[in-house]
Nanobody, 124 residues
Framework: QVQLVESGGGLVQAGGSLKLSCAAS????????MGWYRRAPGNERELVAG???????NYADSVKGRFTISRDNAKNTVYLQMNSLKPEDTAVYYC??????????????????WGQGTQVTVSS
């Protein structure tokens, strides 16, 4: 079983910064892509940023130049540095990971996992 635990959300004024972290734990063999999604009230969940195991990144147009995704493979952790925050960035942010984990001592299976979500609120 794999768990993703997020931290770093909170309340910040417009123009401020926050850094989200998401640590994966469990019987992990390898982690492929990791990413951050968000869901604002009344909206669908949307991709904010993604990063491959090799470090290739992609971003939603709305956050390009303001947000930076990174990962520490040794710690099975992905980060989202959010700068120049705007009120429209207010949402619950979710971590996602494509993980291959051990099902027995010599077998693995691939699964997609989500964190519990962390609230980010940007006041104007």
């Amino acid at each position: 079983q794999v768990q993703l635990v997020e931290s770093g959300g909170g309340l910040v004024q417009a123009g401020g910064s926050l850094k989200l972290s998401c640590a994966a734990s469990g019987s992990i063999f390898s982690i492929n892509a990791m990413g951050w999604y968000r869901r604002a009230p009344g909206n669908e969940r949307e991709l904010v940023a993604g990063i491959t195991s090799g470090g290739n990144t992609n971003y939603a147009d709305s956050v390009k130049g303001r947000f930076t995704i990174s990962r520490d493979n040794a710690k099975n952790t992905v980060y989202l540095q959010m700068n120049s925050l705007k009120p429209e960035d207010t949402a619950v942010y979710y971590c996602n990971a494509d993980v291959r984990s051990y099902t027995t001592s010599y077998k693995t299976s691939r699964g997609n996992y989500w964190g519990q979500g962390t609230q980010v609120t940007v006041s104007s």
